[in-house]
């Protein structure tokens, strides 16, 4: 009896491929890596992995593991047929064959699965880079040949029938997949992953969303940012490990903080839906809370690049988390923490440097402020020293905020708070600066024109609507230099005189 799999969106057959077919097809150029939306970052494996997987696949066990790639020309023959405008996911499908239709017209022929490290170590070999040291002896004969050759070295160095048996005799398993979309694609490189271990963030940020493409575009593309990731002095270890593309859920974490100001890093469900395949909705990430995401770090980023790199080395990941927060009390509008004084996107940043230079010289002396750390007497008669549970630097070590308490003169700490009291130092520290930011110049004052529209504007100037045609309401001290549209601030201008002035500061009528 027929049985027919109605949810099967993939298909694919295994094959038998030599070294020798894998690594013309590498060095012809027609395999393709995508290490953004299908594939961890291509860290090279250290010796002992190398010599373990050479060992492996020379010596009977190749076979063990399969390499899986997918056949770009029939995939997007297959989508081809499936773009119709009554298919529901047409959006979709035609982006997927835009993907693979441009790999095409590049010269790849295929999109590499798993097994981008065994391709990468066959080709190193192969190239002469590697010098294999076998974990035991792995020796070969020559038919009809005396004596034994011991595969060891660089290949060059090898026999010719050696070389030639190791090109071209060795069976390697190649699950080749014909049909199939970006989505189930890397679904089957986060399940088919063994070699190394992947990370509960890798899995995650693989998964086919338009969100972790905007992520990978952020870290990957951007300078200062990668740059910012790199100098950053320690912490950035685990699944923040910028090998396991740690940056990406810094950024991840900070755009959920921005879509509510209250995420706490330890909400991974949260994390899982947000980026996961199929997203539930539990929280709504808008195109602003990304816009709002990238700004801060690009600013922090900007600032960083002109600071002094080995004062940056002494600072751990959690203060460029503190740094994210101290920028979006002043520039996101709405920031529950800047409303509290009224300061929510009511600045923006004029000097990055100085502004990242103040907050590292605040940020040194919270965390290594008198009281810090408290002395207590061991049973063997000596005295250790702890971190006091109410200091800021304690307060830094995870992003647990709710829970976090601080009292005034205790633990080092200028102030009291019952609850979030990490952020809300940072808040007040900042809070306190800003006349003296201001002053230097390092920040300015932004005004808003939601205070009166356009209309109320013609009305306060006495400008009758019939006349109004190719008139600008305008700010004497402009939006953009902390003016406000406000009656004693507005003026008529002429349309064009007004766009070729600018934001420039204007005697008042």
Request: hydrophobic share 35%.
């Amino acid at each position: 009896m027929l049985v027919k799999n109605l949810t099967q969106k993939i298909t694919g057959t295994a094959q038998i491929m030599t070294p020798s077919r894998l690594y013309s097809l590498y060095t012809n150029n027609e395999l393709y890596f995508d290490r953004e939306r299908l594939q961890r970052l291509l860290i090279k494996w250290h010796d002992a992995k190398v010599n373990s997987y050479l060992f492996t696949a020379f010596n009977g066990a190749s076979v063990k593991d399969c390499f899986q790639l997918a056949e770009i020309e029939p995939i997007v023959e297959d989508l081809k047929k499936k773009l119709v405008p009554t298919e529901p996911n047409y959006s979709f499908i035609e982006e997927n064959l835009k993907y693979f239709t441009d790999l095409l017209e590049q010269g790849y022929k295929y999109l590499v699965l798993d097994g981008q490290h065994r391709i990468d170590t066959l080709a190193r070999y192969f190239n002469n880079e590697f010098h294999f040291k076998p974990e035991e002896l792995i020796r070969f004969q020559v038919e009809g040949e005396k004596g034994t050759v011991d595969v060891a070295g660089k290949f060059e160095k090898l026999p010719e029938e050696i070389q030639n048996h190791l090109m071209y005799e060795i069976p390697l398993i190649v699950v080749m997949y014909q049909t199939g979309d970006l989505r189930e694609l890397a679904r089957i490189f986060i399940t088919a992953n063994s070699m190394m271990p992947m990370t509960k963030h890798e899995k995650r940020i693989l998964n086919y969303n338009v969100l972790n493409r905007w992520l990978n575009d952020i870290c990957l593309r951007d300078t200062n940012i990668k740059d910012m990731f790199q100098n950053i002095g320690s912490g950035m270890t685990g699944e923040h490990c910028l090998d396991n593309k740690g940056d990406t859920l810094f950024v991840a974490e900070m755009l959920l903080y921005i879509n509510n100001n209250k995420y706490e890093g330890y909400d991974t469900d949260v994390l899982d839906d947000v980026f996961g395949p199929y997203p539930k909705g539990k929280v709504l990430i808008s195109d602003a809370d990304c816009d709002m995401t990238k700004r801060i770090m690009r600013t922090m980023a900007d600032g960083c690049a002109l600071y002094d790199k080995k004062k940056l080395n002494k600072f751990t990941k959690s203060s460029f988390y503190n740094l994210f927060y101290t920028f979006s009390f002043i520039l996101q509008k709405g920031n529950i923490w800047g409303k509290k004084f009224d300061i929510d996107g009511r600045y923006k940043v004029i000097d990055e440097k100085l502004f990242v230079r103040w907050f590292f010289d605040q940020e040194f002396a919270r965390i290594n402020a008198p009281g810090t750390h408290t002395s207590f007497p061991t049973p063997f008669g000596k005295t250790k020293k702890q971190m006091h549970e109410w200091s800021f630097a304690k307060h830094n070590g995870d992003q647990k905020h709710s829970r976090k308490e601080s009292v005034k003169g205790q633990g080092g700490s200028k102030f009291t708070f019952s609850e979030w009291a990490r952020v809300q130092y940072l808040l007040n520290d900042l809070k306190d600066a800003l006349i003296d930011l201001e002053k230097s110049n390092i920040i300015t004052k932004v005004g808003s024109r939601t205070t009166m529209t356009r209309d109320a504007g013609l009305v306060a100037l006495n400008i009758p609507l019939s006349k109004s045609d190719n008139i600008h309401i305008d700010e004497i001290v402009p939006v953009s230099r902390g003016g406000n549209r406000v009656t004693d601030n507005i003026q008529s201008l002429p349309a064009l005189t007004n766009l070729h002035d600018g934001n420039r500061h204007r005697r008042s009528a």
